[in-house]
């Protein structure tokens, strides 16, 4: 099956500061999300962004499908942004295949 | 925004027994999913749905798992014969359509004893 590689796993940040999560895929998809699981276990749906580039707020995505890769800005990062990333994909089977998550946190 | 509701939000079992979990996925929307995710692990794809009978399912979805829609909102996932290793967070999603963003409720946390 498709291979799906979060870096970094774990991420301290200061409150304020910037951040890139990476998402890379080992086949071409028709379907990339973002995702932030809270401490609560909630997926909270960020971006549904098989290509191009997308923003929300303090959050943006940028997914390169031809190279296989997908970037997720955080600016200015608040301590509510704590939790983990997960990045999933699917690759024309229509079920998501989820990496194993970058960890984010952010300290006062 | 309509949103994928699951209930219970947490659930306490005997290993052995059945459980059944439940969803109420988006109302127009027509592919419906089941995935799991043990404490501390990434999250896996169980099961999808679509007119009715399963499209696609995991090594994982095996004769201890079955899915039903038994009336016009609701999908459930039954697990017979519960095991420990069974204990996990059950999210159910739905899309409107293949290839679609998938939309996931808050889980059932299932607790095996």
């Known amino acids: 099956g498709i291979q799906v590689e979060q870096s970094p796993p774990d991420l301290i940040l200061q409150e304020g500061a910037n951040s890139t999560l990476r998402c890379n895929f080992s086949?071409?998809?028709?379907?990339l999300q973002w995702f932030h699981q809270n401490p609560w276990g909630q997926l909270i749906n960020l971006f549904y962004i098989p290509s191009g580039t997308k923003q929300n707020g303090r959050l943006s995505a940028t997914t390169v499908a031809t190279e296989r890769y997908s970037l997720l800005y955080i600016s200015s990062s608040q301590t509510t942004d704590s939790g983990v990333y997960f990045c999933a994909v699917d690759a024309g089977a229509n079920n998501l295949f989820f990496g194993t998550g970058t960890r984010l946190t952010v300290i006062p | 925004e309509p949103e994928v509701t699951q209930t219970p939000s947490h659930q306490v079992t005997q290993m052995g027994q059945e459980v059944i979990l439940r969803c109420v996925p988006i109302?127009?929307?027509?592919?419906f999913y089941w995935y799991r995710q043990i404490l501390g692990q990434k999250v896996e794809f169980l099961v999808s749905f679509y007119n009715n009978e399963i499209s696609e399912k995991s090594e994982i979805f095996d004769d201890q798992f079955s899915v039903e829609r038994p009336d016009g909102s609701n999908f459930t996932l039954k697990i017979r014969s519960t095991k420990l290793e069974d204990s996990a967070m059950y999210f159910c999603a739905s899309s409107e359509n293949a290839g679609q963003p998938q939309h996931f409720g808050d889980g059932t946390r299932l607790s095996i004893l």
């Open positions: 086949d071409s998809v028709n379907n």
């Open positions: 109302s127009n929307h027509l592919y």
